[in-house]
């Protein structure tokens, strides 16, 4: 990897803050984990389409018909960006926690799910109606597959299964084997449900190279803002699942019935589940950033990510009291997302005062994997541990952690100056 390749630009590059120490400094976003900020791209996309805004599948006006052709063109685009197979479905809905709670009220009756502790809290706790099996922390990729294979074989025979499983953990940045995972779920008859929150904005996410059947991610993460994301894959449990939101947009026919009550056919269509004036916007903002980074090359883009995670580490490294936090060892391959503890600090002191002293943004806390990151800090699940959490004394162990993350909008300089406030 080298430095030559330069970042995308982004929104938020003007904005300053101001530090406790005076004056102002430009403002260093390093929690793309998060939300990361919009392309530049995608914002002008969008404020080129905003004059054209109307309502989609509602009118015969034009710019009624001209969105519902973008709205539509969007889906399209995701659909080629996630390599989707003849008949799968694109759904639009509010994010990955909107979409995976939408598979959750499409599982077939019966459904079995199997779901590592290690998921973020999207991933883990939508599946509540379902048997769920929850599965132990692997402590490496290898172990992760032999795990599934092991938990899947000892429940047999089932009938319809599901496995939920993060394509790059929201924690640590580590990538898990999706690909194998997906072969282990379809050789024991279960399907498989990729959460590319943390992913997608980072690499290739093919759902036919993959071999998954679903997958999910946000717009906000994805350098396109305006509450949007997206469940993509197979049309059947989708079709035969009962509407996510029942409304105007999924029904096809709705008539009174002599006795008084209401007969409703709804839409085969991914519209079935898209119910209410649809997030014309936020589709066409994700198509964007679809675009953008399927220009870039995801090849550009992951050698400076890449680039930028060697300086974070080797600075990181240099600091005897850090401890950076990983399933899978140090070396495993991660999107530049990382998390470590500082021995001594308060993870959320640490935090404020990156932001007071030193204009950074970073994230602090349990980061909405709590099952993880107590695992990863040994401790207690009794102990409470979000933000603002009192901090065990020097010696003890921390109680929550400090994420930064980083993406295809980051300059050298806010790495550079991160590394230079840890120190
Ligand atoms: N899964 C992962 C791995 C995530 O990192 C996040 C967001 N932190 C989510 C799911 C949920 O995304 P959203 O808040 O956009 O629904």
Redesign the pocket.
């Known amino acids: 990897p080298t430095a030559a390749a330069t970042p995308l630009p982004v929104l938020g590059r003007d904005v300053t803050v101001p530090l406790v120490t005076g004056g102002e400094v430009a403002y260093a976003a390093l929690d793309y ?2 939300s990361a900020p919009a392309l530049q791209r995608v914002w002008d996309d969008v404020a080129a389409y905003a004059p054209y805004y109307g309502s989609v599948h509602r009118g015969a006006g034009y710019l009624s018909q001209l969105s519902t052709d973008l709205f539509e063109n969007s889906r399209r685009t995701v659909a080629e960006f996630l390599g989707c197979r003849d008949g799968d479905q694109v759904v639009f809905t ?5 979409s ?1 709670n939408l598979l959750a009220g499409a599982l077939p009756a019966g459904c079995r799910v199997f779901v590592f502790e290690t ?2 809290h ?2 883990l706790l939508p599946w509540r109606d379902a048997d769920v099996t929850c599965l132990d922390a692997p402590r490496t990729p290898a172990q992760a597959v032999e795990t599934l294979e092991r938990a899947l074989a000892a429940r047999e025979p089932y009938g319809p299964a599901l496995v939920c499983v ?1 394509g ?3 924690v640590t940045g580590e990538l898990w084997p999706v690909r194998e995972l997906a072969a282990a779920a379809h050789a024991h008859g279960a399907r498989i449900v990729l ?1 590319a ?2 992913l997608a904005p980072h690499h290739p996410v093919s759902v036919t190279d993959l071999d998954a059947d679903w997958v999910a991610f ?1 717009g ?2 994805l350098y396109a803002p305006f509450g949007a ?1 997206v469940l993509a894959g197979r049309a059947d449990w989708l079709r035969e699942a009962e509407p996510y939101l029942a409304g105007g947009g999924a029904s096809r026919s709705v008539s009174r019935r002599a006795d008084g009550g209401v007969d409703v056919q709804w839409h085969d269509s991914a519209a079935r589940h898209e119910a209410g004036s649809p997030n014309a916007i936020g589709a066409y903002a994700i198509a964007s950033a679809c675009k953008a980074l399927t220009e870039a090359g995801f090849d550009t883009l992951v050698a400076r990510e890449e680039y930028l995670i060697g300086k974070v580490r080797e600075g990181l490294a240099e600091v005897p009291e850090v401890r950076v936090l990983s399933l899978f060892g140090d070396d495993a391959p991660r999107v530049g997302v990382l998390s470590f503890v500082v021995d001594g600090w308060n993870s959320s002191h640490f935090a404020a005062a990156l932001s007071a002293e030193y204009g950074i943004g970073v994230r602090d806390g349990l ?2 994997a709590h099952p993880l990151v107590r695992t990863l800090l040994g401790s207690d699940p009794e102990t409470q541990g979000e933000c603002g959490a009192p901090q065990a004394a020097p010696g003890e162990k921390s109680l929550n952690a400090i994420r930064v993350s980083f993406g295809a909008g980051t300059p050298d300089e806010h790495v550079e100056r991160f590394v230079d406030a840890v120190k």
């Open positions: 984990a998060a509010r994010s990955t926690t909107d995976l998921e973020h999207a991933s993060t790059a953990s929201n959460d929150a943390q946000s906000h993460k994301g980061f909405c």
